[in-house]
């Protein structure tokens, strides 16, 4: 009986743990565990990757909130501004675009070091794959976050 409890106790405890909102840093965790997972990569891989890609995720998440700001600024003051203020705006989301991209052509130069070009393609599948089991996660438990306001 004690067995049955202790059972039911790490059952429960387990979901009440799915059923609370992950953080950021939760949330990166799970995509490094899934992409080390999903590209079943070596220790000596592992190693050498995961710090590059952890890199690569820090700087574009800094990236994309500098563009969240450039659109919350838009959001509130878009009535009362002018055409070259707007310029403003679309020019700077335009070089936050290009700065993701010139961070993640770095970062794809440094990939090819570590990784084969079988684990190149399958990092994408993994990316995306994650993204889309995240979203399905949330949707099928109801915590579907409103639109980032950060």
């Given at each position: 009986?004690?067995?049955?409890?202790?059972?039911?106790?790490?059952?429960?405890?387990?979901?009440?743990?799915?059923?609370?909102?992950?953080?950021?840093?939760?949330?990166?965790?799970?995509?490094?565990?899934?992409?080390?997972?999903?590209?079943?990569?070596?220790?000596?891989?592992?190693?050498?990757?995961?710090?590059?890609?952890?890199?690569?995720?820090?700087?574009?998440?800094?990236?994309?909130?500098?563009?969240?700001?450039?659109?919350?600024?838009?959001?509130?003051?878009?009535?009362?501004?002018?055409?070259?203020?707007l310029l403003k705006i679309a020019d700077g989301l335009m070089e936050k675009d290009k700065?993701?991209?010139?961070v993640e052509q770095e970062y794809y130069i440094k990939f090819k070091t570590v990784l084969?070009?079988?684990?190149?393609?399958?990092?994408?599948?993994?990316?995306?794959?994650?993204?889309?089991?995240?979203?399905?996660?949330?949707?099928?438990?109801?915590?579907?976050?409103?639109?980032?306001?950060?």
């Amino acid at each position: 009986m004690k067995f049955f409890s202790l059972i039911l106790f790490l059952i429960l405890c387990r979901l009440s743990v799915f059923s609370q909102k992950p953080n950021r840093e939760e949330l990166k965790q799970m995509r490094v565990e899934f992409i080390k997972s999903e590209l079943q990569l070596t220790d000596e891989e592992v190693a050498k990757f995961i710090p590059l890609y952890i890199e690569l995720s820090d700087k574009t998440e800094a990236l994309h909130h500098e563009k969240r700001s450039l659109m919350r600024n838009f959001k509130k003051n878009s009535l009362n501004m002018s055409d070259a203020e707007l310029l403003k705006i679309a020019d700077g989301l335009m070089e936050k675009d290009k700065a993701i991209f010139t961070v993640e052509q770095e970062y794809y130069i440094k990939f090819k070091t570590v990784l084969s070009p079988m684990k190149l393609v399958l990092l994408h599948k993994a990316e995306h794959e994650f993204k889309r089991h995240l979203i399905h996660k949330m949707k099928s438990s109801g915590e579907m976050p409103p639109p980032d306001e950060d």
